[in-house]
């Protein structure tokens, strides 16, 4: 944030700054997409630590171009601000909701497709469950 702030004291665009916080979040996006189950911490550690500058770099610039418009305008601005952050995240949270929901229903379909009450018929018969007797 203190890199932001210097920027913006130095007369750097505002919509420079933040188009630098927009790629640095595609950036971390980018470097998500090669999850996978055997990797080590730091492949996990440094998209994180990219995604925590993108609120500096991207939300940051907009509140201070707020604070130094006319006190005529801040009202508005604050209130433009609020909406466009509050209607981002309602967004980002149904869209999370509905691919959970989704993906729950698909890999339980997959899961299923399999099971059949003749299940155990294909499994050799020493990695079989025993089962209780029936009387």
Partial sequence: MFLVQ??????????????????ICA??????????????????????????????WSMFPWRGDFYHS???LRNEGT???????????????????????????VMHSRLAENITPYFDRGIPESQRQPRARRW
């Fill in 6 to 23: 210097w920027l913006m004291r130095h007369k750097v665009d505002v919509r420079i700054i933040i188009g630098l916080g927009f790629l």
């Fill in 70 to 72: 006319g006190s005529d």
């Fill in 79 to 105: 209130a433009i601000f609020s909406l466009v952050r509050t209607l981002g995240s309602s967004i980002g949270i149904s869209v999370v909701t509905t691919m959970l929901t989704r993906n729950t229903q």
């Fill in 27 to 56: 950036g971390s996006l980018y470097q998500m997409t090669g999850f996978y189950l055997q990797m080590d911490q730091s492949m996990v550690l440094w998209p994180g630590v990219l995604q925590g500058w993108v609120p500096a």
